[in-house]
């Protein structure tokens, strides 16, 4: 979710993301690297010349006139003033970043530093051999040295085929992508149990929408929702982890197969709630999930599905001003026929940046980003100026002084340090704010219902829904990105047939159209080429397995 859990854990008065380890290093011969211990201290001993960088920002249109651009403004000064090396930013608008970074890359004007989230783009730049690997500037790094030696899942991540490191990425703290509440007052109300499997998941839906558990002598309510990304969440559920970018891949003998039966299963299970008039029937139209929102707030949903792990994000302060007497828990996901799973995690281990293999300078393209990686460093663009945008709350950890002034100085200069690892320190994790005794009494209740949440979600006895995190599924070349593309738009419409037209299209038969489908659009070759990644690339590649253990990893951290 890129930086914005970073600001809004900052407005509300104490720095908590809120929002996302032992790993097996690549058996491929690697450049030799001095260790991080020998390159500092021959940064200490050699001067640094001082080069000349360009570098790319998002241009989100938030810098206000009084404090210049992205281009100069109080941070660039500063960057620039402190910093080894001569930074010239190119902003590159948000909404159309990867459109305008081809256009630089093919007429060979692209900047040194590309910083860029989107995973694709970046697998698309290592095809095309735009990209310079980073080991030959890591004894620049230090800071980084020092990351990939803490956290050996950044190395998988950035590593491509060839046994070289072309991504640079950052750590930060895994949460859950999604989470469900259930209403327990309408469990006591109703004299019913909290659900633990798929069967008592739907009957205690249904009992929500026919037995008027909100007393009103209607029947206006619903069981669940099921829009937008909530239905992911009941993808995962049955242990599939398909998106409308990604298909549901499962391991089976040592193989990656198309996880048919799992599909299924999920969409038997949606086909009943709709059939049951357990979700809103007009769910498909409510694109961003408002409106699912909205009901629950209002009152109107028992067992809400939340996209994003922020216990923030729900607003208990209007629901329970909405209605009064209201009681809700985290519901872990119930058990299934295929398994009990945990749900997706918010990625810990983003690749954000690659280097332009044009770069005049590698070295101070080294330098520059050891620069931004230091934590006084990037705590300047994160976090403004001690004493003038924060001071140290009672726990040790940043604490906004004036919310209207850091959100007008600072809140457009979180992208100059996107790759920064705000995963190393206690203060950026959710549960900081529970020292601080100034916490505001909303917050604090909902980070302790947030250390519920982390107790179900990150169960280390549920099964992870899917190879690995989403951002770090392999990427396709042009041509299987093609036949993927084709593929789920063919997949979705079926499903979504089969959700809506009762008796006349069973699940079933759209899985059986699904894969007619999948044969006529040469699906095959999307399997071979996973089988060939996950056989070369199953012992370095960042999977499941990695996430879980930055999850346990950070959970001694913050203790």
Known sequence: MENKKLWLGMTV???????????CSSDKKEEATPTSAEATKSAAVTP????DVTVSMY???????????YEENRWTKFINQKGPANVKFVPILRSDSTKKLNVLFASGSAPDIVNEYNTPFRGSLYDQKQLMPIDNILQYMP????????????????T???GKIYEIGKVKEATPAHILYIRTDWLKKLNLQMPTTTDELYNVAKAFVDQDPDGNGKKDTYGMNMSTYSEQAINEIFGESSSKTLLAWDIKDGKVVRAWDKELASLTFKKKLYDGGIIDK??????DGNKAKQDFLNGKIGIFVQFSGSVGGLDLPTLKKNVPGVEITPLGYPKSPMGTFTGAIDNPVQMTTVVNAKAKDPEAVGRYLDFMMQTDNARKTIYGDEGVHWKKAANGCPQVIDADKSKNEVAY???????????????????????????????????EMYKVIQGIYFDPSREYPGITLGDHMPVYPADLQVINTTILKEKDDLFVKAILSGTKYTPEQAIKDSQAAWDKADGKKLEEFMNKWYAENKNTAFLAKDAMAIIKQQMEFVK
């Open 13 to 23: 008065g104490v720095v908590a993301l809120g929002a996302t380890l032992a790993g």
């Open 48 to 51: 640094a010349k001082r080069g």
């Open 143 to 158: 800071e980084y040295q020092k990351l990939l030696e803490k956290y050996p899942q950044l190395k998988k991540a950035g």
């Open 59 to 69: 241009d989100r249109g938030g810098v206000p006139a009084s404090e210049g651009t």
């Open 160 to 162: 491509k085929q060839d």
């Open 413 to 447: 200069a979180l992208d100059y340090s996107m790759f920064y690892s705000a995963g190393i320190d206690k203060c950026n994790y959710t549960l900081s704010g529970l020292s601080n005794p100034d916490v505001l009494p909303d917050q604090k209740i909902n980070m």
């Open 282 to 287: 007009d769910y498909i139209n409510d694109k």
